[in-house]
């Protein structure tokens, strides 16, 4: 079975700086679709960037990124130029490119990001 | 475009009784799935459907009941709520391709007393 692994339950950057944020995840597929959703106070989930395994260019997204490392099953977020509005829970998901029972998203526990004026 | 809407936004319940938390999309979306968050647990899966009529169990699925009648709608019954299920629910909702993008819903705060 997959497993997401988010090491950084607490993280915290100054505002207009650039933070990284860390997730493992693991896999005996070669074939299969990540993404980082942000979760701010409201508590509504908001996919922030998607990256297909089967490319290997970064996925970027204004001033979010990601490092996407397959052999290594890594695939961090940064954020450049943080703002005050980036302050939220951050998830990392796995989701199978198979159908069925495989095809639901499989999470991170998170990270709670604050950003400092 | 409503997207994915969940009912109610919040519910207080008494230990032993029921209700239905309810979802429905608009977006002609086959896959249709409920989360229940934890703190420090993150997401996990309760029940998912990949269209009308087909449902099947996620990682956490005791206590929990699901149909789909129609593309539209996913509701979630709790039969006879527990402290236990006191979360916030999502339900989420994407195509039915490969690595597609689900979308969730604002999410219904549960508190079972």
């Known amino acids: 079975a997959q497993t997401v692994t988010q090491s950084q339950p607490e993280m915290s950057v100054q505002e207009a700086e650039t933070v990284t944020l860390s997730c493992t995840y693991d896999?005996?597929?070669?074939?299969?679709?990540l993404f980082w959703y942000k979760q701010p106070p409201s508590r509504q989930m908001i996919l922030v960037i998607r990256q297909e395994a089967y490319k290997q260019q970064n996925a970027t997204e204004n001033r979010f990124s990601v490092n996407f490392q397959k052999a290594a099953k890594s695939f961090s977020l940064k954020i450049s130029d943080s703002q005050l509005g980036d302050a939220a829970m951050y998830f990392c998901?796995?989701?199978?490119?198979?159908?069925?029972?495989?095809?639901?998203?499989?999470f991170g526990k998170g990270t709670k990001l604050s950003v400092k004026p | 475009n409503a997207g994915v809407t969940q009912t109610p936004k919040f519910q207080v319940l008494k230990t032993g009784q029921s209700m239905t938390l309810q979802c429905a999309q608009d977006m002609n979306h086959e896959y249709m799935s409920w989360y229940r968050q934890d703190p420090g647990m993150g997401l996990r899966l309760i029940h998912y459907?990949?269209?009308?009529?087909?449902?099947d169990q996620g990682e956490v699925p005791n206590g929990y009941n699901v149909s789909r009648s129609t593309t539209e709608d996913f509701p979630l019954r709790l039969l006879s709520a527990a402290p236990s299920q006191t979360s916030v629910y999502f339900c989420?909702?994407?195509?039915?391709?490969?690595?597609?993008?689900?979308?969730f819903g604002p999410g219904t705060r549960l508190l079972v007393l």
């Open positions: 989420a909702s994407s195509g039915d391709r490969a690595g597609e993008t689900q979308y």
């Open positions: 896999t005996s597929e070669s074939d299969y679709y």
């Open positions: 998901a796995y989701r199978s490119s198979y159908g069925g029972s495989q095809g639901n998203l499989i």
């Open positions: 459907s990949v269209g009308a009529g087909i449902t």
